[in-house]
Every structure is written in structure tokens, then in C-alpha cells.
């Protein structure tokens, strides 16, 4: 299963609302997670199972879509939050990533 | 508090051979299926390799089948890595993970992971 993620980079500022998309080749259920990964750090969990806050993260993050599309958004971007985000599709082996995108100030 | 911590990257020589580790810690290891993900330099995630609990189901990626072999020791606490036959493109920091709390096999995701293990495959 390929997964596609839009934008690969973006601009924002702080307070700024942001959408990152991600796109399955086939219909995934709501098997799908969003990681974030600051430089030089390991990537985190944001949100599992499309739409489900992991524990300690931000309630400005949310996710959803189910099948083939979803989305991660930002409600109001913090300084802490110009990231890369990758989503992983969970549905079946291999697990794939997207190319990631890049949030930037 | 889960802790993994990967050792065992350097540098390598094409068609050489590594094995990396991932000593795990703060949770019963032998319940968990444990991952190799990786980065290329400036580049994006790689599901490297999974391994189930008990050892006896593992999945690769096409770029690495037939030359990486994942395992684990139970009674170690312990994920390994061998990679053999490596070429230039195996260069990445190569990070364990383990499934997370969240997910359920075998569709998982993956949390925590390691800082990582630097490989360098260069003559």
C-alpha cells in the first residue's frame, strides 16, 4: 500500500491553523497513525487509529479520514510544533510511511 | 519508564556486514512485537523489519530481504539487527521501536522508538 502526504513543505506562523493530507493506494480503514519528528530526535505518536489523541499530546492536534484519505491539523500552530510529519498506514504489511512534510516558519 | 537503546551501527564496507542491538527496558519485552525503521541522511521513514513475540513470525522490507535477519532473546531483552551484504544505500540511522500500547497485531504502529544507531556503508 503507498501513501502520499501533502504538502511535502509548508509555511507558517504562530497561531496559524495547518492541514496535512495523506492519501492510501487502497482503503485502509481507519489503520492509519501521524508521527511528529523534531531534528535529531525520534519520531512520536500524535494521533493512532486516524482519529485518537495518544496520551500527554496537545488537544490542538487532530486527525481524521477513514478508506483512503485523511487528514492531521493544527489548530493553532506553537512554536514547539514546526516539525516533520510523517503518517504510517497500519493496514497490512509493510507498514509504509509517507514522504513527510515539513513544517516550517 | 520504556526505554530502547540501539548499538552496533559504524562504518561499514560495501558488501560488508553489521549487527545492531536494541537493549529494551521498563516493560515485558517478550509481549511486544518489536521493529527496525530507518532514515537516510535528510531523508524520509523506512519500515526496515518486524518480529513477533516469540521470534517465529518476521516481515522485511523488499530493499533488505535476503541480506538483513531480524531476531530477538527473550531472556535478554534484546532486538538484533544482522545485516549483511550492505551497499551504500543501507546508509541511515537505523531505530528499534516497539508496537505500541495502541495498536494490535499486526496492524501496528509504532511507539517509542529508539534515539537510533548510525550506519555507514562507505569504502
Known amino acids: 500500500i503507498q501513501v502520499t502526504q501533502s504538502p511535502s513543505s509548508v509555511s507558517a506562523s504562530i497561531g496559524d491553523r495547518v492541514t496535512i493530507t495523506c492519501r492510501a493506494s487502497q482503503g485502509i480503514s481507519s489503520w492509519l497513525a501521524w508521527y511528529q519528528q523534531k531534528p535529531g530526535k525520534a519520531p512520536k505518536v500524535l494521533i493512532y487509529?486516524?482519529?485518537s489523541l495518544q496520551s500527554g499530546v496537545p488537544s490542538r492536534f487532530s486527525g481524521s479520514g477513514s478508506g483512503t484519505d485523511f487528514t492531521l491539523t493544527i489548530s493553532s500552530l506553537q512554536p514547539e510544533d514546526f516539525a516533520t510529519y510523517y503518517c504510517q498506514q497500519a493496514n497490512s504489511f509493510p507498514p509504509t510511511f509517507g514522504q513527510g512534510t515539513r513544517l516550517e516558519i | 519508564e520504556v526505554q530502547l537503546v540501539e548499538s552496533g551501527g559504524g562504518l561499514a564496507q560495501p558488501g560488508g556486514s553489521l549487527r545492531l542491538s536494541c537493549a529494551a527496558s521498563g516493560f515485558t519485552f517478550k509481549n511486544y512485537a518489536m521493529s527496525w525503521v530507518r532514515q537516510a541522511p535528510g531523508k524520509g521513514l523506512e519500515w526496515v523489519s518486524t518480529?513477533?513475540?516469540?521470534?517465529?513470525?518476521?516481515y522485511y522490507a523488499d530493499s533488505v530481504k535476503g541480506r538483513f535477519t531480524i531476531s530477538r532473546d527473550n531472556s535478554k531483552n534484546t532486538l538484533y539487527l544482522q545485516m549483511d551484504s550492505l551497499g551504500a544505500d543501507d546508509t541511515a540511522v537505523y531505530h528499534c521501536?516497539?508496537?505500541?500500547?495502541?495498536?494490535?497485531?499486526?496492524?501496528?504502529?509504532?511507539?517509542?522508538w529508539g534515539q537510533g544507531t548510525l550506519v555507514t556503508v562507505s569504502s
Open positions: 487509529a486516524a482519529s
Open positions: 518480529v513477533s513475540t516469540n521470534g517465529g513470525t518476521t
Open positions: 521501536a516497539k508496537r505500541s500500547e495502541t495498536s494490535i497485531w499486526p496492524k501496528i504502529w509504532f511507539d517509542p
